[in-house]
């Protein structure tokens, strides 16, 4: 399996604009995790599904983050609109009802 | 505050036994973590151990965890170059993958 994917990997974009990072887990995997990671706050759990269902999302900012699981092969996480106070580097996990969470490579989001 | 409280450097010489300790507050966790992040990657889970072990050994790591106090370390034996990197030590809150992490340990290994 080649793991979590995640795309992209690096996204710039202005503020005010809409965003979109893409997770793709482990394949047969059934919770799904995300993740940010800054400087200031260091990693914090934004939101996790559980077969495809939204489970707890309290660590979502604001309004502006959504998270939408479609189907167990794919998640997207949007701000809209973002603002500089958004970069950091985004990572998605999955596990399968096992302690291992296994985390993607990130996306590096720099809101200008 | 920080619900996991971690050193946030360590330098070791190669060669030498590195050992990267961690403090948590939760005492309901069920499992904990070590993580290893690399520069520019993502998160690799390093070991686990559920809180009601003591120790756990896995090649050249070894985890001990002391539920009293609520003490977590991670030793490495024999380190080399490569193991220079950020290590997380992490607790679940009420789910597996659910994780807390604390702010990391910068691991300095030098020749």
């Known amino acids: 399996d080649a793991g979590v994917i995640q795309s992209p990997r690096h996204e710039v974009t202005e503020m005010g604009q809409e965003v979109t990072l893409r997770c793709k887990p482990i394949?047969?995997?059934?919770?799904l995790f995300w993740y940010r990671q800054t400087m200031m706050r260091g990693l914090e759990l934004l939101i996790y599904?559980?077969?495809?269902?939204?489970?707890?999302d309290s660590g979502m900012p604001e309004d502006r983050f959504s998270a939408k699981m479609p189907n167990a092969s794919f998640s997207t996480l949007k701000i809209q609109p973002s603002e500089p106070r958004d970069s950091a580097v985004y990572f998605c996990?999955?596990?399968?009802?096992?302690?291992?969470?296994?985390f993607g490579q990130g996306t590096r989001l720099t809101v200008v | 505050g920080e619900d996991v409280e971690q050193s946030l450097f360590l330098s070791v010489r190669e060669g030498d036994s590195s050992v990267i300790n961690c403090t948590y507050t939760?005492?309901?966790?069920?499992?904990l973590y070590w993580y290893k992040q690399e520069p520019g990657a993502g998160l690799q889970l390093l070991t686990y151990?559920?809180?009601?072990?003591d120790m756990k050994q896995d090649q050249r790591l070894t985890v001990l965890l002391n539920k009293k106090d609520k003490h977590l370390s991670l030793r490495i034996a024999d380190t080399q170059t490569g193991d220079s990197a950020i290590y997380f030590c992490?607790?679940?809150?009420?789910?597996?993958?659910?994780?807390?992490f604390g702010a990391g340990t910068q691991v300095v290994v030098t020749p």
């Open positions: 599904f559980n077969n495809n269902v939204p489970i707890d």
């Open positions: 151990i559920f809180s009601n072990m």
């Open positions: 996990a999955s596990s399968l009802d096992t302690p291992e969470a296994f």
């Open positions: 939760d005492s309901s966790s069920t499992y």
């Open positions: 394949s047969g995997h059934n919770s």
């Open positions: 992490a607790e679940t809150l009420d789910s597996w993958g659910k994780l807390q």
